[in-house]
């Protein structure tokens, strides 16, 4: 904590021990919060957990005259989701913020993946960030204030052809996003969704189709996904919920809230001929961007296709 800082209350910073979660710790505790660093300490896949991350991060933040204790449990785990907001609030006074950095990966194409593949990763991420919000907003709402911040993935918004169970995984946190910011706001409690482009040990993992999507200016370090989560957190901003933001190099994206793009009108006797002409002509279908952007081929009609 930089001397003149006002002391705040405490944030919880899941997958708080490296990359992205670290930098966030590290900078909410710069700015005077008291900060529970929460990491199971696994290798990317979620094997191997270990205290050693979550304790360094800790560390480096008490020698620069921070608060923050460390946490090591799985936050799909519901005991290990209240026992971060308990310590938050028995240690710092207060949960003012919490932000959800975990992950892990298992990638395997959907033909191929398992039922372990799936399972694990989606217990991870989905039910890992609403664990973390469950808890946390039930405080937050006695409290009338706080923030809770979730990190998507562009791979959630447009897909990721080896992902599966993490693209489902982070489009689901966007729907708890909208959703709890539509409970919260009665409570004075916001809720957004940041969606990072960092040089990470997860990125390490991309192909060079999948990181030239991006400039390679927007894949440095994770300063800038800090500086949003702790503006994000801020009382004054408590009027900026249920959006989804990137932040990638030094360039800060608000995505369009989905919503129709067209509509036809049936009439009331359906007709096969008639569903089907909405589909070929009627409607404005738009192919995903990430077909073009990652060279993918997209399926084309059949030669036997019945031209009816």
């Known amino acids: 904590m930089t001397a003149g800082t006002r002391e705040r209350g405490g944030a919880v910073v899941t997958g708080?021990?490296?990359g992205i979660?670290?930098?966030?710790?590290?900078?909410?505790?710069?700015?005077?919060?008291?900060?529970?660093?929460?990491?199971?300490?696994?290798?990317?896949?979620?094997?191997?957990?270990s205290t050693t991350a979550a304790d360094a991060v800790v560390?480096?933040?008490?020698?620069?005259?921070?608060?923050?204790?460390?946490?090591?449990?799985?936050?799909?785990?519901?005991?290990t989701a209240q026992d971060l907001v308990d310590t938050a609030v028995?240690?710092?006074?207060?949960?003012?913020?919490?932000?959800?950095?975990?992950?892990?990966?298992?990638?395997?194409?959907?033909?191929?993946?398992?039922?372990?593949?799936?399972?694990?990763?989606?217990?991870?991420?989905?039910?890992?960030?609403?664990?973390?919000?469950?808890?946390?907003?039930?405080?937050?709402?006695e409290q009338r204030d706080g923030s809770l911040i979730a990190l998507g993935?562009?791979?959630?918004m447009e897909g990721s052809p080896a992902?599966?169970?993490?693209?489902?995984?982070?489009?689901?946190?966007?729907?708890?996003?909208?959703?709890?910011?539509?409970?919260?706001?009665?409570?004075?409690?916001?809720?957004?969704?940041?969606?990072?482009?960092a040089a990470t040990r997860m990125t390490a993992r991309l192909t060079e189709a999948t990181t030239g999507t991006r400039a390679a200016d927007e894949r440095q370090g994770p300063e800038l996904i800090a500086e949003l989560a702790l503006a994000l957190a801020q009382p004054q901003f408590r009027t900026v919920t249920g959006q989804v933001l990137t932040a990638a190099g030094r360039r800060v994206a608000v995505w369009e809230h989905p919503s129709e793009v067209g509509s036809v009108q049936l009439p009331a006797e359906l007709t096969e001929?008639?569903?089907?002409?909405?589909?070929?002509?009627?409607?404005?279908?738009?192919?995903?961007?990430?077909f073009a952007a990652l060279n993918l081929p997209s399926p084309s009609a059949p030669a036997h296709a019945d031209a009816r």
């Open 21 to 49: 979660g670290a930098a966030i710790a590290m900078r909410f505790a710069a700015a005077g919060f008291g900060v529970v660093v929460s990491d199971l300490g696994v290798d990317v896949a979620g094997n191997a957990p």
């Open 90 to 141: 028995a240690e710092f006074g207060s949960i003012d913020a919490m932000v959800t950095c975990h992950g892990i990966l298992r990638e395997r194409m959907i033909f191929n993946m398992s039922e372990a593949e799936w399972d694990s990763v989606i217990a991870v991420h989905l039910r890992g960030t609403f664990a973390c919000f469950r808890f946390a907003s039930a405080r937050m709402r």
């Open 16 to 18: 708080g021990g490296g």
């Open 163 to 197: 992902q599966a169970n993490y693209a489902a995984a982070k489009a689901g946190i966007v729907g708890l996003v909208f959703s709890t910011a539509l409970a919260m706001g009665r409570y004075g409690v916001n809720a957004n969704c940041i969606v990072p482009a």
């Open 273 to 290: 001929e008639a569903v089907q002409a909405v589909l070929a002509t009627a409607l404005p279908l738009a192919p995903l961007r990430r």
């Open 59 to 79: 560390e480096a933040i008490i020698a620069t005259g921070g608060r923050a204790v460390a946490r090591y449990g799985s936050v799909a785990d519901f005991a």
């Open 153 to 156: 993935s562009a791979a959630g």
